[in-house]
């Protein structure tokens, strides 16, 4: 039998175009978790039958890449996902025979060349809108008086050493905090990317523990992804 | 309702999968609802992953939704995280499309797929914000309707259910919408709807017979008390299947589901007649669609939903007359755009060889056979028409072409059946084992494994069983045992369903109206998702058996005479009583029947009804 497994994909073409796509994700589109979105994008390529490259081996797949994944319930308009494809096709093309075919609330802003590498990625900010029982205003100054304490401690689960405290605060930079009707809009810079990655919700869920009550809605948008300097990733 | 959205995104961020209770997906039909004149909430009492894979959902959400001025909806069972939240917050059961509470809708249709998931409706019912009685719903709307398979035997429901739909749905759902749409203006009461709902054909209202009870407790009438309930109430078929309508775009979940791919229904009902197979009766007769409608309807689905895989789906779908030219034909386009083709219920024997390469291409998981006994003789009782050899000779070419896995499912409590039939089964799967070390060892694969899966058996309403006991948990523990016993190979793995959900199924099955008290004695202790086995709680049912004097023995594990007249004898499923008597008959003298493509048997079916092989 040793002869008869041999890769299904024999035609398999060399030559790949790589793309790199940005596109938003909100509304019902923000509970789609990432493996989903991964499977979700698979069938909008299929649907608007884009040429897609397909990698080599016994069961091969289309080559899609997230670089950088969105923790589920998030709104988004920075997102990036990577392609390759083996045909060459107008970025606007793309986009547009892509958008024909994606469900509610995923959308292609753009399509372009790939300029940095994933691996440049180093930080993102956040918009959060949190209401809590407080008022705005309130809730403003106790976020500051949260980030104004020495230490954020959150506890962090490892294989190896167990529960261990993690201090937080170093990592959270404020841009912005201001009251807006009964809700506090607050914008921070946090670590992003494969080397330390720190997620709202961390931050969202130490602010409850600080409050002592439970923060009644919070919508979260993420709007820049950048790179170590500070540019914005492209 | 933008309350109800508010409230639940905020919960969505606590709940498991999430993308389950917020709609949105690919394919979901989104109408307006001032242009909308009757709304229909297809509920399916099961959670999404179970309810999205269903195939008869699509198919009749597809149908209602190509009505302009109808909105047919899904609504799904939540799971238990979920369903806490909701109730804690006070958030309606609603739909997915428009998140607005169903209990404003026209229509709630619960498809009944499984006696298990009878506490669902209860329960959905009760999030609803509706009681679960249909006596205590006064008003004319929601209407709570059911369908499906189980509805063959709806009595133990039947207090819950305004009406019932026997059969095929595709033509009298539309009749049942349009009578409503007609008579909504006129603000009728629910009784005035549902009298004029009963003169069409195939529509059941329970309320409208009244059943009497002989001193033993079997049924010794079932009387209609309205004039425009008919004494038998007939099932619907489709007659020309062909043509029946089949949707050209399908829901596409972003989360995984049971069945993640393209389905495209090939055929229905089905020739072979096993005797305790329930499918094989109450779909008859035999229809098959044109394979160019099959290849249409297969292409077109892939290139709107997106799917990487279509599975074919029937009861046996290598009973389709052109199998062949048409795997020839679904192949060749599979391959093209790189579709993996997967034929569930196949008979490998009957087909070539290169046919079976170019589907098995793809991977070598696995052979499953159904033998369902271990004897020639037992099988011979239940008329499953497959032999030791069709299997060995499967098997060895099989082996030989690299399979290790090899799986083989048996019923146990089957009528007649002795503890030498359950040893057959042991030298059934060791047979299959020994098969493989005969294969010269630079053909096969590394190892060999063969799975035995022993569930019990239930009789089920309109099959020859249906006058047999069920074991009682006590025989099938012995019957188990002598199983275990009699395997001696490391390569044979046994497994077998819980007990307890066989009983219940048992009694259910087969039980009458008396039964719908302890349905809901079993729901408000807390009986919901009985069909898993994290959830099901059996001591809970016992008791709720208990305080509503319930003999579980008396449905499940009595013999019934020929002559008794069963809860569901005022159903006509078109098979004959006469039919299934005689069936019963040869069962016990071990003589099988031949199948409807070798000579019609007269089941009772009438020509008329389209079947290929009837007249």
């Not at chain 1, 104004?148 to 401690?153: C, P």
């Not at chain 2, 020839?328 to 490998?348: A, G, H, V």
């Amino acid at each position: 039998m040793a002869e008869m497994l041999v890769p299904k994909n024999q035609s398999l073409r060399i030559i790949r175009y790589e793309y790199r796509l940005i596109f938003e994700k909100k509304g019902r589109a923000r509970y789609i978790s990432h493996l989903d979105l991964m499977r979700a994008f698979q069938r909008v390529f299929k649907r608007a039958d884009i040429p897609l490259w397909y990698t080599q081996g016994f069961n091969p797949h289309a080559y899609l890449m997230f670089p950088l994944a969105l923790s589920l319930g998030i709104d988004s308009s920075v997102e990036l996902l990577d392609i390759a494809l083996v045909e060459k096709l107008g970025f606007e093309e793309l986009r547009d025979r892509i958008n024909a075919q994606m469900p509610e609330g995923l959308r292609i802003l753009s399509a372009g060349e790939p300029v940095m590498k994933h691996t440049e990625i180093a930080a993102a900010e956040y918009v959060m809108r949190i209401k809590t029982k407080l008022t705005g205003e309130e809730t403003v100054k106790a976020f500051k008086r949260f980030l104004g304490q020495e230490k954020i401690e959150i506890e962090k689960r490892t294989k190896r050493r167990g529960v261990n405290l993690v201090d937080i605060k170093p990592h959270i930079t404020l841009i912005s905090c201001e009251p807006e009707s009964d809700e506090a809009v607050i914008a921070v810079r946090l670590p992003a990317g494969n080397e330390f990655n720190l997620n709202t919700n961390v931050v969202t869920q130490a602010f409850e523990n600080y409050l002592g009550f439970e923060i009644d809605s919070i919508y979260t948008t993420r709007t820049k992804i950048l790179t170590k300097s500070g540019e914005k990733f492209i | 309702m933008k309350e109800i959205k508010e409230k639940i995104e905020q919960l969505l961020l606590k709940t498991q999968k999430p993308a389950r209770y917020i709609g949105g997906e690919l394919g979901s039909v989104v109408k307006d609802k001032d242009k909308v004149d009757v709304r229909f909430a297809f509920c399916f009492p099961d959670v999404y992953d179970v309810g999205m894979s269903h195939l008869g959902m699509k198919i009749l959400y597809g149908l209602k939704n190509a009505v302009p001025n109808y909105w047919c909806e899904r609504v799904f069972m939540p799971e238990k995280d979920f369903e806490a939240h909701m109730r804690k917050n006070n958030i309606p059961l609603y739909a997915l499309e428009s998140l607005d509470p169903i209990r404003d809708f026209d229509f709630i249709g619960f498809t009944l797929q499984y006696e298990l998931s009878f506490t669902n409706v209860l329960e959905m019912l009760d999030l609803a914000g509706l009681p679960v009685y249909a006596k205590d719903r006064k008003a004319l709307t929601p209407i709570v309707v059911g369908g499906g398979p189980c509805v063959c035997n709806p009595e133990p429901m039947a207090d819950f259910f305004d009406l019932f739909i026997l059969g095929e749905g595709e033509e009298v759902n539309l009749e049942l919408m349009r009578l409503y749409e007609k008579m909504k203006p006129s603000c009728p009461t629910k009784e005035q709807f549902l009298r004029e709902a009963a003169r069409i054909e195939g529509i059941y209202v329970p309320q409208f017979y009244d059943v009497a009870y002989n001193e033993d407790g079997t049924v010794s009438s079932i009387t209609p008390n309205v004039p425009e309930a008919k004494p038998k109430i007939t099932k619907r078929v489709i007659p020309d299947f062909d043509h029946a309508y089949y949707p050209d775009s399908f829901v596409v979940p972003f989360t995984e589901i049971v069945h993640d791919r393209v389905v495209v229904e090939v055929l229905r009902g089905c020739i072979r007649g096993c005797r305790f197979c329930q499918a094989g009766f109450i779909y008859r007769p035999f229809r098959e669609k044109n394979i160019d409608t099959i290849e249409r309807e297969t292409k077109s689905l892939c290139e709107q939903t997106g799917y990487e895989q279509v599975s074919l789906s029937s009861l046996s779908t290598s009973d389709h007359t052109k199998i062949t030219e048409l795997l020839t034909r679904l192949s060749d386009y599979t391959d093209k755009e790189k579709i993996n083709l997967s034929l569930p219920s196949l008979r490998i024997d009957t087909m070539s060889k290169e046919i079976v390469d170019r589907i098995a291409a793809v991977r070598k998981s696995g052979l499953t056979f159904a033998p369902e006994a271990g004897t020639q003789r037992l099988r011979d009782v239940i008329n499953k028409n497959i032999t030791e050899e069709e299997i060995i000779r499967t098997c060895r070419l099989a082996f030989s072409e690299g399979y290790q896995n090899v799986k083989l499912y048996f019923m146990l409590g089957l009528p007649e059946e002795t503890d030498e039939d359950i040893k057959g089964i042991a030298e059934l799967a060791q047979r299959v084992v020994d098969l493989y070390y005969e294969i010269p060892k630079e053909q096969r694969g590394k190892s060999v494994q063969v799975s035995v899966s022993a569930s019990t058996f239930v009789p089920k309403p309109f099959t020859p069983f249906e006058f047999e006991p069920q074991s009682t948990p006590e025989e099938i523990k012995h019957k188990q045992g002598h199983l275990l016993d009699n395997i001696s190979s490391k390569k044979i793995k046994v497994s077998y369903h819980q007990q307890n959900v066989s009983v219940l199924e048992g009694v259910l099955a087969r039980g009458d109206r008396r039964l719908s008290k302890a349905i809901y004695c079993a729901w408000k202790k807390g009986c919901t998702l009985d069909s898993w086995d994290e959830y099901f709680r059996f001591d809970l049912w016992q008791e709720a058996f208990r305080e509503c004097n319930t003999d579980t023995a008396f449905y499940a594990n009595r013999r019934r005479s020929y002559e008794e007249i069963m809860p569901w004898s005022h159903l006509d499923y078109m098979i004959s009583r006469r039919f299934l008597v005689n069936e019963n008959k040869k069962a016990h003298e071990a003589k099988t029947t031949r199948n409807c493509a070798e000579g019609c048997s007269g089941c009772g079916i009438k020509k008329e009804c389209g079947g290929v092989y009837c007249g």
